[in-house]
Each structure stands twice: as C-alpha cells, then as structure tokens.
C-alpha cells in the first residue's frame, strides 16, 4: 500500500520537475562559527563580471545551464542590464511594449567558493529577474520567478562544489507580448547579492521596526527579529539604536521564546523611548539605525543594521493625509518604472537624479505604478525625502496583462509577503496599493465566483498586508467608471455619479482621473478618504484645483516624466504627454505646475507655441494630449508668434526688444486658467529677446525670464551634472550635458548635426541620449548620434578603482572636452 501511494503522488508531479529540483545531501552539517570569521563575506554585490548570450533561433536548443557549456565567446558585462533596450526598434513590437521585440536571454558566472563557507548556508539574492526567469547552479534549477518586480533567494548550498569552480545561469523572459500593458524591458536588471549566513541567521527581511508612539518630545521603537535556525541553541538577539548622528540612543535585548517548535521565530523586542527624537519628513528626511544583533551559545552568528526612520502616519475624512501630524497634500507622479536611455536597468544615481529633480519642481510623492520597484528605491526615497505609494500589481487576473507561467491568483500570497517585508521599514512608504483599474471586468478582480468587482479578493489580500505590516492603510486604484462598471461608453456615465463598489471598501479610496466627479462621489460617501491616483497631465492645473486639499490625500500626475511603451503611434517609442522628457529635462509646462506646487516661490516662465507638435487621444476614458510648446526664439521674420507665461503672481508684462505687449493678470477664479496667461500673436520680427516680468500686488518684479534668438552655432559646452561627486564604486553614474551654443553661449535650437564621443579613463559608456521619444537610433553600444534640438546627453559608468576619465566631443567641426576623476568613498 505504501508503495501505491509513492507511485499516486509521483503521477501527479509536473513533468520534468522532479528532476530539476533534485534535492542534494549537504557535504558537510551545517554549524555555527563567530561571523568575524566570515564577516567580509556575509553579503557581497555580485554584479560584476557576468556572461551573457541572447536567445535566437540558431541557438535556441542550446542547454545554457550545462556547466560544461563553453561561455568564452559570450559578452561579459555588468549588471544592472536590460537586454531588451538593446535590441532594434520594430514596428511589430507594438506600442504598448515600446516597439521593442519580445525576446529571451541567458546570463552565466564562474565563481570559486571561498574556504569560510564550509558548513555555512550560501545564496544567491536576486533583487529581480524582468519579466520571468530561473536560477540554475551547476546544471540544477534551483529557484524561479514568474513576476520579476519582486526580489527572490536562491539557496546555492546543497549543490555547491567546493572543490572547485561552481556556474551560476540564469534564465530571463520578457514574457508574452500581451504580458503587460507597457514596456518591462528583460534581464537582470536589478543588483544582486551573494550572502553567506550561519545556519543561526537573521531570516530573509526579518527585521520589522515601528514607532507605535511618535511626538516631538518622545518616541517609542519597537524592533522585531525573525530568527532562522534556532532551535537546539541559547540565541539571544540585541538591538542598539543610533541617531542620524552615529550617537548611541538605546539598546535592547531578548531570548527566545519557549514552548514552540518553529525553526524560524518572530521575536518581539522590549520597545525603547527615546525622548526628543528627530523625526523623518519630505524636509528634514532623518534616519536612524538599528544595529542588530544575534548571539547562539555566546557568540556572534549574524548581524544586520536597517535605517528607520521616525514618522507619524494619519488618514481620516476630515484631513486626508497628516504626516508628524501635519496636514500633507501629495503633490505626486505616477509612472512605469523605466529610466530613459537606460531602459529598465535600475541605477541607483538614476533613481536619485529623477527623485531630485521632482523635487525641485515641488513634486513631494511617487506611485510606484504599477508595480514594485528596486529595494534601493524606497532607500533612495528615504535619504532624499520623498513620499512613496508602493504598488504590488496592475490586475487580478491570470490572463489579461500577465505573463507569469503560474497564475496570479496562485502565487499572489508569495508575492506580496516578499513585497511587504522587503519594504515595510521605509518611513517613505506612506500607503500600500495592491492593484490598478481591475474593477471594470470581473475577470480582473481576481478569484472567480465573488462577483462583487474584487471586494472579496482585496479582503483576502488585505488580511495578508495586515500580517506582515499593521502600520499603513491599503487601496486600489480605480478606473474612471461609475458602480457596476458603468463607463463613458455607457448613456448614463456622466449622471450616475455613484463610485465604483471597490473604491468604498479600500482604506483609501484612489480614483484615476475624473476629479471634477469627487464632490459628488463625496456626496455619496462622506467617509470616503479620497486620493487621485492618477491626473491627467493634458488637463494641466485644473485635477490638482479641483481637488478639495483641505480633505483629501492628494493627487499624482500619469506620465510627468516621458516614459517607453504605451505609445499610441509609430514611430512615438513611448508615453509623451509630460512635463519632463526622459532625459528629466523640463518642458515649459513643467514651470505651471511648480507654480502651484510651490506657490511660496515667485515663479514665471515663457513658452511658445509649436503648432505641428500638438496632439490628443483618448486613454483610460480619458482625452489625453500635451500642447508642444518649447523655449525658442528662432523664428520665421515678420511671423506672430503665440506663447503662454506659466506665472503664480499676480500680473505679467510681456516685453518683445524692450517693448511691451501689456500687461496681463493672472486669472485665479478659474482652475482651466489659473496661473497661466496666454499670449496671442506676438511679432517676432527679426528676433531677438521676449522678456517675461512677473510683479506682485503692488506692481514689485518678483521673477522674470527671458529667451532670446540664437545665432550660429560656434562652439560645443560640455558639462558633467555632479562632477564632485562620482564614487569608484563601479556602479556609480556620471550624467554630461552636451548643448550647441552660438557666440553668445545660447543654447541653438535647431542644431540636429551627428556628435562623436571618445572617451579614456576608469569609466565606461552607458548611453547617448539626444532626448528624441521619436528616434529610431539606439541609445547602447554607439559612441555617435545625431544631437537633437541641440543637445546630447552622455551617461558614464564609473570603474571599481578610482581615476581619471577624459570625455572628447566633436559634431561638424566643433569641439569641446571635459576631464573628471573618480573617487573612493
């Protein structure tokens, strides 16, 4: 009989499965030694050094995971990568995936192990794997994902070979074309770490720290620990928190519990008060550590320090948002989590420069949309001071804009349990998201046979956030359709103002679009705590002035940084309708918004019509577009001209060659017109200068701007954006400004001639980028491009020893040079 039921289960195993996950008798049991031992090799960055060959038709039944394959003609390369960005445009690719060709890869790395392994656990961190892929080591699969936006663990300890070396392969997908509704990009394209641990170690994401009581004289921490591997040991865990200054505020520690049979065990520390503590904020973004501890028969086995930051969060009806108990509107955008000319390779310098200058255009919050991004990213957002709504998925379905091989409805629960406890620690992450317009089609709401537009599914969901972190609310953003899914193709949209079913069962109720339609969904729900999720960037000011912002959450822009695939045409490479390109440089529209996000800082600023750039579509139910203007004063003689001033003061005067045009007042009565005054067949002459005035009440100047014509082009200024500061880290970025100026160092608009770069140093080439959502050049692998409007942008790769680098540019008998240096930190 014993043997029959042996036989049942055997059947009922996937084909093939049992064979690659292959269990391994470890060589050697597995012990405890002091870390000191094997400090230097607890976790270490595996970025560097990685082989990587694309999959094509000639070598498709190629066994890529052999580790007697011979790899030495393949790439070697460092990661972060996205091997999708490299490949050619293609109109076949379809707009929604950025025209690129849906295509799969193979990464490979020989690694010898180290002697202070032995007995140890060792494995491999993968911060993700786009869209889909699998982890082999030494011939053997030893972990998968089937959503790569969230990190996973490959255990490499039973199959390592220690006497001699050992070859990682890993297996990436772009998934299915109709996998997702944007471009995801492919590969290896977050970090990777490889870890050795203790068999007595601190569990993956095991460290959770709240602050259940925050005031600006007193704060209580409260740290708690999941142990792995602790049984049969006296294991005591010690936290030792420190200031934003480095200064010892507290220490506490704990044993084990009893009477409990759990190899791996949440341990809940005694909570410390600190009194006076320096609390986190978009202003002052402080953070502490949390050094921990982890003793087993009285010596050190693990150890881990966390940043923390200490914040209040609130909610209500009445107020929307407190942060410290201080009213917060989010001023946000939400986008995919692309990073222009690098494509999906997620960079930490990248992700700062975009943070930065959001925020410098009063820009306090990001949705993550519509899924996780980088662990780094919520790091990056905590040292910079930016609000983060993190997002685990777009629907809930297991076909519609899926591309995991397993359902979603079957590893959701993997999923958001990586999600959260990878993320939990951020004071940045105000609000978890759990999906986005799923509640128009029942078979996006996840588990069939609920029929309630996903109520059910975000409960269950819900329960499982709650778990894993009890300090944030939850929501899901909703498509702009009424109850019962009534859309704008349906007669009675526009009258049956009553909110989707889900939207009044979330925490937080988010809306995408249709602002001018939550008076009335307040009306109906009162108790509705009310975010928009996503604005419309074509209406510009007016979602952010129909908000009420005394008692709602806030508002985040769709698309205000241009981002690849959603495109509407060829040969548009991506989403356009924004105030930055993807370079993150401004476009004037970008100027109206700081004006209101940030209404104490005088603002004004030209832009001029272009007539041929305009264009609108319908998206999401929603007529989208973006009016091309731009900041040039090269123009046909004897033309009119038409121009907006984006302005919070209270009247502009307009002078074209020191005459005026008049002067107009900013209209505020008027969300469509507010801070925006509109310049009607301006003579442009022969050129020259358009100065904009902005004054005050009283008639004082507060701010001015002023273009001019540009002559030509005479020179080349090349220009590194942080030259100070380029660590040798051989991950760092450097980004130079290459711009065509005339005689009197103005930018030339109209400069679209090739540049040729050459470059020598301890870096490398990343990327030129012209800035141009049109092209059809590739941004890798070329060391020339055409400038567009008058500009180039170059993107350096620092090595891991620090030196000096040369940058030579050249583009139709201009010249320019700029010589940087890498430092250690």
Request: glycine share 8%.
């Amino acid at each position: 009989m014993k043997n029959i039921i042996i036989a049942f289960f055997l059947m009922l195993a996937p084909v093939g499965v049992t064979a690659q996950y292959q269990k391994a008798q470890e060589k050697a049991p597995l012990v405890n030694v002091p870390l000191e031992n094997f400090a230097s090799q607890q976790k270490v960055l595996f970025n560097f050094g990685w082989k990587f060959q694309l999959v094509t038709n000639e070598n498709k039944n190629t066994d890529f995971a052999s580790p007697a394959l011979d790899d030495s003609s393949w790439r070697t390369l460092d990661l972060p990568h996205d091997f999708q960005f490299e490949q050619p445009w293609t109109e076949n690719g379809g707009g929604a995936r950025g025209f690129k060709p849906m295509c799969e890869g193979w990464y490979r790395k020989s690694f010898p192990t180290d002697p202070s392994w032995k007995g140890k656990r060792v494995v491999l961190d993968f911060g993700g794997i786009i869209y889909l892929g699998d982890v082999y080591l030494n011939g053997t699969k030893i972990a998968s994902t089937d959503y790569g936006y969230v990190g996973l663990e490959a255990d490499l300890t039973p199959f390592l070979r220690h006497d001699g070396e050992n070859v990682v392969a890993v297996y990436a997908s772009t998934g299915p074309k109709k996998g997702s509704r944007w471009y995801t990009g492919g590969g290896l394209f977050r970090d990777v770490y490889l870890q050795v641990q203790n068999p007595t170690h601190i569990a993956r994401h095991g460290v959770y720290i709240t602050t259940p009581e925050v005031s600006s004289s007193r704060a209580t921490v409260a740290v708690q620990v999941e142990v792995d591997g602790w049984q049969k040991h006296d294991v005591r865990v010690r936290t030792t928190l420190r200031n934003p200054e480095g200064v010892i505020v507290g220490s506490v520690q704990s044993g084990m519990p009893e009477h409990t049979h759990q190899t791996c065990t949440e341990v809940k520390l005694p909570a410390l008060t600190l009194e006076n503590p320096q609390l986190w904020s978009c202003e002052f973004p402080q953070l502490y550590n949390a050094e921990v501890v982890v003793t087993a028969d009285g010596m050190v086995v693990d150890s881990l320090t966390e940043q923390f930051g200490i914040r209040s969060l609130e909610f209500s009806p009445e107020f929307g948002f407190k942060l410290n108990g201080k009213k917060i509107f989010l001023q946000g955008n939400a986008n995919h989590h692309d990073l222009g000319a690098l494509g999906a390779a997620s960079y930490d310098r990248a992700i700062e420069r975009m943070m930065l200058q959001l925020k410098s255009f009063g820009y306090n919050c990001i949705r993550c949309s519509h899924n996780p991004y980088s662990d780094s990213f919520a790091r990056i957002a905590d040292r910079v001071g930016m609000l983060v709504v993190d997002e685990l998925t777009d629907k809930w379905s297991d076909n519609d804009y899926w591309g995991g091989r397993q359902p979603f409805t079957h590893i959701w629960h993997k999923l958001i349990t990586e999600w959260i406890k990878r993320d939990r620690n951020r004071p940045s992450i105000i609000l978890w998201s759990l999906g986005n317009e799923l509640q128009i089609r029942e078979g996006w709401a996840g588990f069939e046979g609920a029929n309630d537009w996903g109520i059910t599914t975000y409960n269950i969901f819900n329960q499982l956030v709650k778990r894993w972190d009890h300090t944030r609310l939850t929501t899901v953003a909703m498509f702009p359709a009424r109850a019962g899914a009534i859309t704008r193709h349906d007669k009675e949209f526009n009258d049956y103002l009553v909110p989707p079913e889900l939207a009044c069962a979330t925490e937080v109720a988010s809306f995408n679009y249709q602002s001018d339609k939550y008076d009335a969904y307040l009306k109906y729900r009162p108790d509705l705590i009310l975010f928009q999720s996503e604005a419309e960037t074509s209406n510009l000011l007016q979602p952010y002035y129909n908000m009420d912002r005394k008692r709602t959450v806030g508002m985040a822009y769709w698309g205000s940084a241009e981002y690849w695939g959603e495109s509407n045409k060829w040969p548009k490479k991506g989403w356009n309708y924004s105030f930055f390109d993807h370079t993150m440089r401004p476009y004037p529209q970008a100027y109206l918004i700081k004006s209101a996000f940030m209404p104490e800082i005088p603002e004004v600023h030209i832009g001029v019509v272009d007539a041929a750039g305009a264009e609108s579509v319908s998206w999401n139910d929603v007529i989208v577009g973006r009016m091309a203007l731009n900041e040039c004063w090269n123009h046909t003689p004897g033309s009119r001209q038409s121009l907006f001033t984006y302005t919070n003061a209270h009247s502009v005067e307009l002078l074209v060659n020191g005459q005026s045009m008049g002067v107009q007042e900013n209209d505020t009565t008027q969300a469509n017109r507010r801070n925006m005054i509109y310049w009607k067949d301006v003579p442009y002459g022969n050129g020259g200068s358009v100065v904009a005035i902005a004054r005050d009440k009283s008639g004082k100047e507060v701010a001015r701007h002023r273009i001019e014509t540009a002559g030509k082009a005479v020179a080349l200024r090349i220009e590194a954006e942080t030259p100070a500061d380029w660590k040798a880290d051989g991950m760092d970025l450097q980004y130079i400004n290459v711009t065509a100026i005339d005689k009197k160092g103005r930018p030339v608009w109209d400069y679209n001639e090739p540049l040729a770069l050459q470059m020598e140093g301890a870096a490398r080439l990343v990327a030129l980028d012209n800035g141009d959502h049109y092209t059809d050049e590739l941004f890798h692998g070329i060391t020339s491009k055409r400038m567009y409007q008058g500009r180039m942008q170059i993107i350096l790769r620092s090595d891991q020893k620090a030196g000096n680098v040369t940058v030579k540019v050249s583009s139709a008998g201009l010249k320019g040079t700029l010589r940087l240096k890498t430092i250690n930190e």
